[in-house]
């Protein structure tokens, strides 16, 4: 079965300092990892995927197959960035795993 | 496109009372979902659908929770009868199963409190 893991409830950084959001995953298959925002009384809304490897307002995430993990990273934090970050993974053709999610919190 | 359309926003009921959250999907999009989200737990599925037929219900907690979804633009998850641990934010999400780039659109959410 495949599992979604972030370590941390919380994780508070301050303003333009860099923020790592970690994220590892079991899965037997191959994997196609997201990580979804949720900003404050909004919708849980898609920030980016691994196949597109984009950047979505300075935020990047690389697969790292080897060591199983998707991490969120931004070089420097901003107050805006402050919401509740889930790592999911897609299963076959309709699932997606969900992480319990990390809070971020930016400190101005 | 108003995007995925969830009522009521918010429900406050009393233990053991029938409760029904509903949920309009996307115009298009082939697959639902019901998710249930707490502080303990996170995000949880409940059950998805796929062509309006359930696929797999098995993050249904018990025989209290039940999800129908009669056509491709409607879906209910009904609770009877609540309990105060059922109190939490049920999240509806669609998509569509078919393409390069796959993503789920979720909706506002209902809050739930059962006292």
């Known amino acids: 079965a495949q599992r979604v893991t972030q370590p941390e409830k919380l994780l508070s950084v301050f303003k333009g300092a860099p923020v790592e959001l970690k994220c590892n995953y079991s899965?037997?298959?191959?994997?196609?990892l997201f990580w979804y925002v949720q900003y404050s009384r909004q919708r849980l809304q898609l920030l980016l995927r691994h196949i597109s490897r984009e950047s979505i307002k300075g935020f990047t995430a690389d697969l790292n197959k080897g060591e199983t993990s998707f991490h969120l990273k931004k070089p420097f934090a901003q107050e805006e960035d402050s919401a509740m970050y889930y790592c999911a993974l897609k299963a076959g053709s309709y699932q997606l795993t969900f992480g319990k999610g990390t809070k971020l919190s930016v400190i101005p | 496109d108003a995007g995925v359309i969830q009522s009521p926003r918010h429900e406050v009921t009393e233990m053991g009372q029938e409760v029904t959250l509903r949920c309009k999907p996307i115009?298009?999009?082939?697959?639902l979902f019901w998710y249930r989200q707490t502080m303990m737990r996170g995000l949880e599925l409940l059950i998805y659908f796929n062509n309006n037929v359930p696929i797999d219900d098995s993050g249904m907690p018990e025989d209290r929770f039940s999800a129908k979804m009669p056509n491709a633009s409607f879906s209910t998850l009904k609770i009877q009868p609540s309990e105060p641990r059922d109190s939490a934010v049920y999240f509806c999400?669609?998509?569509?199963?078919?393409?390069?780039?796959?993503?789920?659109?979720f909706g506002p959410g209902t809050r739930l409190t059962v006292t």
């Open positions: 899965y037997s298959g191959s994997p196609e």
């Open positions: 115009s298009g999009h082939n697959s």
């Open positions: 999400a669609s998509s569509w199963t078919s393409g390069a780039f796959y993503e789920q659109y």
